[in-house]
């Protein structure tokens, strides 16, 4: 959930993780879609260009966003715009869930369609619809997610398509992903060469990028995940591999599914026997849990995975009943953590070591930078030290932190104009990127909680954005000046926010390799104070800031200290050097060495 927050005075010359067709990557529940209309009523558009493309007899579904209902329709011009990048939220769910079933080929194409309710906390916020085309001896897959949720008083839509093609014996021909966060859109489309790679487009802000990938070996989509599920319904108690493709990213998830057994589940619209089973996505942060009820054709009627602290399901059910209107769910003091105490602007200027407790079986869920040190205390506790940087505390910067992608487009002519214009006749990187921040926070003019997550193109266009919008434009600038970059994922302390006092919220800003290591600059609040904590560091690609706001509900900040309260004559009481899995800290006292 990327935040907008009150700017801070100018700074003085110190200036220093999936769930299957139903697939969207952890954690991207916090984005913010198209402007769908009131209960997430929005359809999606013609079907994506390369399925037309593949299947000149292909038959598309176009939804009636008026009037709420499907209709077949002759297949569109294939110059048609292509699908837009899956949005970053719930559709992990959309990866690991095969949806439909595939019954003996049609000699013309046939529709199906299918709908699942989304509840989270058991609240409605949504519903799920399943298109699948069954044409000759192939099977398309189209599944539009639409949620609405509430953030500070203001309902958010989300709306997320994902597709896919496939052969009738599972072989993968083409995906695609679109996704529209209010104006943001963005797109990937692959499609199978004779060779057996494929082609893979991506537009981001208007910029495409082409790359060819190699298929992964033993991946499968849609058909085969449910093929394999089927196939294991009938042996409970087993445990079995699967690799699933994840069209958003172009990569595998590697996952464990465990065969439960039948039971007796009760759906919307009565009680059906179906097959449970438990996928495990091993992640470095702890596993993702996904709960499946399959029937007796592997289709997933019944799904339940963990969310911010809450139980997000997703139940099979009548399309009344899927579109039925959504309650108000607030998702944003689910993504606050509280301080202790208040940290006043003396404090946030210094060193601060904070104690934290990150609940559950989380894997290092903070990292170590030139800027942060983490101590590990055992049974989930941490010393999280920020303030007094040092080179070394994390690696230097590798070739891709200088070079151009998707969301950090730093090869544009026109980020590039803008750069130059910017540092004008600056000599040292550190003046360049002092120079870039300034432009940075002067630039975007409109702030709010409704653009979602931008690349640095569209913010270059729009001037509008939050904290991610800020961190994307300002670390694309850098690299174009031939400054490694990178863009940091965590949360900074705000005295009052959205109702609440003292908390900690998500946000981002950005690393810069100056001087010889790496120093933070955050070009939204105008300045890198001691309540910014770490949890992840990237290329600027949406999914790693929203997978990483998913720790949000499992920390809780027990004390801070300031430099001086350590260092005082009696120092607050805190767990010793010497107790198990504790190093010395950074400074002296108890706790330090």
């Not at 907008?4 to 220093?16: I, N, Q």
């Not at 958010?156 to 209010?182: A, H, Q, Y």
């Not at 920020?386 to 230097?396: I, K, L, N, Q, Y």
């Not at 913010?459 to 600038?477: F, I, M, P």
Request: aromatic residues 6%; charged residues 20%; contains cysteine.
């Amino acid at each position: 959930m990327a935040t907008s927050l009150p700017s801070s005075p100018e700074p003085s010359s110190r200036t220093r993780s999936a769930w299957p067709e139903w697939g969207v990557p952890k954690g991207f529940i916090v984005g913010v879609p198209e402007q769908a209309k009131r209960h997430c009523r929005r359809r999606p558009g013609p079907c994506p260009a390369w399925v037309r493309r593949l299947h000149d007899s292909y038959v598309a579904v176009r939804i009636d966003v008026r009037a709420n209902s499907a209709s077949t329709v002759p297949e569109p011009s294939p110059t048609e715009s292509n699908m837009r990048r899956l949005l970053a939220t719930l559709l992990l769910v959309l990866v690991l869930c095969p949806l439909t079933c595939v019954q003996a080929q049609p000699a013309t194409p046939r529709t199906e369609t299918n709908w699942m309710t989304v509840l989270l906390g058991g609240r409605k916020i949504g519903s799920l619809r399943i298109d699948r085309v069954y044409a000759g001896d192939t099977i398309s897959t189209t599944q539009t997610l639409s949620i609405m949720l509430n953030r500070n008083g203001t309902s958010i839509p989300l709306s997320n398509v994902i597709s896919s093609l496939e052969s009738d014996d599972s072989k993968p021909l083409g995906f695609g992903t679109r996704t529209r966060l209010s104006a943001m859109e963005s797109t990937v489309e692959g499609k199978r060469q004779a060779d057996g790679t494929f082609q893979v487009e991506t537009i981001v802000g208007g910029a495409r990028r082409d790359a060819v990938i190699a298929w992964p070996a033993g991946a499968v989509l849609n058909e085969g995940q449910r093929k394999a599920m089927m196939a294991a319904s009938a042996h409970p108690g087993t445990t079995y591999p699967l690799q699933m493709f994840d069209p958003a990213t172009q990569s595998v998830m590697d996952v464990s599914i465990e065969v439960i057994g039948n039971e007796q589940v009760q759906l919307p619209d009565g009680t059906e026997t179906l097959s449970h089973q438990r996928q495990r996505l091993h992640q470095a942060r702890g596993d993702q849990i996904l709960d499946l009820w399959l029937d007796h054709e592997g289709r997933a009627r019944r799904g339940i995975i963990s969310m911010l602290g809450r139980q997000l399901e997703m139940q099979a059910c009548s399309e009344a009943c899927a579109t039925a209107p959504v309650q108000d769910v607030d998702m944003f003091r689910a993504a606050m953590v509280d301080s202790p105490r208040p940290l006043t602007s003396n404090l946030r200027r210094d060193f601060l070591r904070y104690k934290v407790h990150v609940k559950g079986n989380i894997a290092e869920p903070f990292i170590q930078t030139d800027e942060q040190r983490i101590t590990p205390l055992g049974n989930g506790d941490y010393y999280i030290d920020v303030g007094m940087p040092f080179a070394g505390g994390e690696a230097g910067p590798t070739s891709d932190d200088t070079q151009a992608n998707a969301w950090l487009q730093s090869d544009a002519p026109a980020i590039r104009s803008v750069a130059a214009e910017a540092v004008g006749n600056a000599t040292s990187n550190r003046q360049r990127m002092r120079l870039l921040r300034l432009f940075v926070s002067r630039y975007i003019n409109q702030h709010g909680l409704d653009v979602g997550y931008a690349s640095a193109l569209e913010v270059l266009n729009s001037r509008q954005g939050d904290c991610t919008e800020y961190a994307v434009l300002l670390a694309a600038l850098a690299r174009s000046q031939g400054i490694p970059a990178r863009v940091v994922t965590g949360m900074v302390y705000a005295d009052r926010y959205g109702g609440a006092s003292r908390v900690f919220l998500p946000h981002a800003w950005v690393q810069a390799w100056v001087d010889g290591r790496w120093q933070s600059y955050d070009a939204a609040l105008r300045r890198f104070d001691m309540t910014h904590i770490a949890l992840s560091v990237g290329d600027g690609d949406p999914w790693r800031f929203f997978s990483a706001t998913e720790l949000f509900n499992a920390l809780q900040i027990s004390d801070v200290w300031s430099a001086g309260e350590l260092m005082a004559p009696t120092p607050p009481q805190m767990q010793t050097a010497g107790s198990p899995g504790v190093r010395g800290g950074s400074l002296g006292g108890p706790g330090g060495g």
